[in-house]
Structures are given as C-alpha cells and as structure tokens.
C-alpha cells in the first residue's frame, strides 16, 4: 500500500505539473449519463481536499489525495453519486459527486515543462502578448470559439490557442 501511495503522490505532482493533450472525446460525441449531463465533460475540483478512491463507494480504498481547488478533471463515467474522473496525465478514480464543480477551468499544456504558452490581448496571434504562462498553471475558462479559449488567473487575463489546454476539448465551444 506504501509504494501505491507513493505512485500516486508523484502521477499528483505530475499532473499539477503539466498534462498532455485532449484525450480526443468531442462533447457533441457524449452520451447522458445518470445525471441526465454528458459523459465525458470535463469540470473542476471544489475543494483542496479531494479524496481519490479506487471504487464508487465509501468503502473502497483512497488511492490518493487531490490537494489543489480548481484543479480540471475529465468525469469519464458516473455510478449513482459517484464520478470516475481522469486527469490532465491519465490517472483514473472515483470521486463523490459533491467535491466537484461545474466551473470550467483548464491546465496549461506545453511540450516541455520549461515552455512558455503566449496569452495574447486578443483572439489573433498578431495580437500583443499580454503574458507568457508556464505548463501546468491552473487558468479559469471564460469562454472559447474558433480554436481559441479566453481564460484568466491570478495576474493574467488574455486569449491562448485551444491546443495548449487541457480541459477543454479540441474545438469545443465554451460560453
């Protein structure tokens, strides 16, 4: 149990780290689930505290602890008031519904960890690059069209490539 503790904290820290690319589920492709939403949808942890477990019951193990609000998750199943959720590097576990939000946020996604993502004024690459962002920032999805997502944070606002998210869908629309 010790080493799968271990495991877990570091896929943990990798995932706050950076993440890869949509897994290439299309939102218009969902099929509804028990709670009458489409599955997969992506949302984002409630709390700081976000027990993992390895099945949908109380009575199953914690795998691991989300420890980062905000966080985006992908819910890739539902069973009664539990989500099986995946994250930004692909670990799997169920979570009660409760410690999840519907509020849209997303991790910044680079090929290296030591790349910097352009946040631009405008939807345009010829726009002023009002910040440069590293992978695995935690931003807020405040809407996206066009292959472009505007998000913001702590200390940013501004328009970045869809491509360079995880937790939004490759072309998804987001109002």
């Given at each position: 149990m010790a080493s799968r503790r271990f495991c877990s904290v570091a896929v943990l820290a990798a995932s706050m780290l950076g993440g890869s690319l949509s897994t290439g589920f299309a939102a218009k492709d969902a099929t509804n689930a028990a709670s009458g939403l489409p599955?997969?949808?992506?949302?984002?942890?409630?709390?700081?505290?976000?027990?993992?477990r390895a099945g949908p019951t109380k009575d199953n193990d914690v795998a691991w602890v989300y420890t980062r609000s905000g966080l985006p998750v992908e819910i890739t199943a539902e069973f009664e008031n539990w989500r099986r959720v995946r994250d930004s590097e692909g670990a799997?576990?169920?979570?009660?519904?409760?410690?999840?939000?519907?509020?849209?946020?997303a991790v910044i996604t680079m090929k290296t960890k030591d790349d910097l993502a352009p946040l631009y004024d405008r939807a345009d690459p010829a726009?002023?690059?009002?910040?440069?962002?590293?992978a695995g920032v935690v931003a807020n999805v405040k809407r996206c069209a066009a292959g472009w997502c505007h998000v913001s944070g702590a200390g940013f606002d501004g328009w970045i490539e869809q491509q360079r998210l995880w937790g939004v869908y490759a072309d998804e629309k987001v109002e």
């Open positions: 599955v997969p949808r992506f949302v984002s942890l409630k709390s700081d505290h976000v027990n993992v799997e576990g169920w979570v009660y519904h409760s410690l999840l939000s519907g509020r849209r946020t726009g002023a690059v009002a910040a440069r962002l590293q």
